[in-house]
């Protein structure tokens, strides 16, 4: 298999390029600095032989690895995204590479005093003796989904090199824009032409997930009126007092530090309040869709109960579905899903299947009629400074890649 270190190279010269993305802005990538890393795959694509290699106007990436056998093959595709989130700067990264890990504290920055500890991260504990890249503790470091990047490249140079491994057509697709949630907005399934894909977006080595959240975004505005404080009695309208009358009507445990596996959440994100006006911006999520419409028909009656307590349209309320859970399209073909068990049992992985909190362009994309669960890529901790990966997951990934091409390829 691809050495350590070449792993290594390839993944630090992605994640050392800043792509973070912006859901501020309306353009396709959302910020022109994606280009710098887009451009570099497509070219690296092209030099490791692969076929068709094309970037369109919105940067996203396609190529084709040709078959190698003579009979009818299902074609597929691997999937992943070059952007990275704007949770967390993801400018100057300077990776650690801590060697044959001990299990106790790393020092991500001694300036600082930012601990990477077991004590709290206690998947730490898993990659005892094994290579980790971390942050250096003042940035991200782009494992999601840089690792996803890293193991399909790699595991198609491998095909390349290896001939002996028999496949059909591999389809190669790298998105801009996924953590803002417009990964998949823009990608054309007819043109990749797979029948099914697997997006290289996961977590821990062995997750492999075909569940993820329907999600939608609120908007809650509040209106209020502004005097002269000391004039005010009977006359102030403070929006900031009114929209604490909606958060409070929510369910107090139904939010993220609250919930897990299945259940679903409210999630207030982003605060802006003055006299005048409050704005709230929630995301909904949950898995099952009927407790996912109620969620957002609980929204609209505090909305209205509150307009009715305060005798005025005071609350104005806009939600917007963003994606909704695979499960439905990914089930009818659970074959799909049965390749990649496979293929991580027959190397010694144990598959840890469960649904995803979260979602990926392969929730989008199952529903734009290409079938698409989700694969490890085996990183931790996204979207802030105390990300780290182990060398030995993105390995393992690669393996898992090539295994499942030649599962697909054996003739039934």
């Known amino acids: ?98 060697e044959n890990y ?82 998949a907005h823009k990608f054309d399934v007819e043109k990749f032409g797979a029948d099914w894909a697997y997006t290289m977006d996961g977590s821990q080595i062995g997750e492999l997930e075909y569940e993820n959240f329907n999600a939608a975004g609120a908007t809650i505005k509040v209106k209020g009126k502004i005097v002269h404080p000391g004039y005010a009695k009977g006359k102030m309208i403070n929006s900031m007092y009114y929209a604490t009358e909606f958060i409070n009507a929510l369910p107090k445990m139904e939010t993220p530090e609250h919930t897990e596996g299945y259940e679903g959440f409210f999630h207030l994100h982003t605060l802006d309040g003055k006299v005048e006006e409050t704005v709230l911006k929630y995301i909904i999520r949950d898995h099952d869709k009927d407790k996912f419409e109620a969620r957002k028909a609980l929204m609209e009656k505090i909305v209205s109960d509150l307009n009715s307590k305060f005798e005025s349209e005071v609350f104005e309320i806009e939600l917007k579905d963003q994606y909704y859970n695979m499960k439905e399209r990914v089930e009818p073909v659970m074959h799909i899903v049965d390749i990649a068990e496979e ?17 990926t362009d392969g929730s989008q994309l199952s529903y734009m009629g ?16 105390y990300e780290y990966v182990p060398v030995e997951s993105m390995q393992k990934a690669i393996e898992v890649i090539c295994k499942i091409a030649e599962l697909t390829a054996i003739k039934k």
């Not at 994606?34 to 190529?63: F, P």
């Not at 293929?343 to 979602?359: D, E, F, N, Q």
């Not at 694969?375 to 996204?382: D, E, K, R, T, V």
Request: one cysteine or more; a negative charge.
């Open 1 to 98: 298999m691809i050495s350590k270190q070449h792993i290594i190279n390839r993944f630090i010269s992605y994640i050392t390029i800043d792509t973070e993305s912006d859901p501020n802005s309306e353009s396709t990538p959302s910020t022109a600095k994606q280009w710098n890393l887009a451009n570099k795959l497509a070219e690296e694509l092209k030099v490791i032989g692969l076929s068709d290699v094309s970037i369109d106007d919105n940067a996203y990436i396609m190529a084709t690895l040709p078959s190698n056998v003579n009979h009818d093959v299902p074609t597929i595709g691997f999937i992943s995204h070059f952007d990275t989130s704007p949770d967390f700067t993801g400018a100057n990264v300077n990776p650690q590479i801590i």
């Open 343 to 359: 293929a991580m049992k027959s190397l010694g992985i144990s598959p840890l299947i469960k649904p995803i909190r979260g979602g």
């Open 370 to 385: 290409l079938p698409c669960p989700n694969i490890f890529a085996g990183g931790h901790n996204f979207h802030g400074r």
């Open 102 to 183: 001990n299990g106790k504290d790393i020092v991500l920055n001694e300036t600082q005093n930012i601990i990477l500890s077991p004590n709290y991260f206690e998947d730490l504990l898993l990659y005892k003796g094994q290579t980790l890249i971390t942050t250096d503790g003042t940035t991200l470091l782009g494992a999601d989904d840089k690792a996803g990047i890293t193991e399909i490249v790699s595991a198609m140079e491998y095909l390349i090199n290896h001939p002996e491994i028999k496949h059909g057509d591999i389809k190669i697709g790298f998105t801009p824009d996924e953590e803002i949630g417009r990964g």
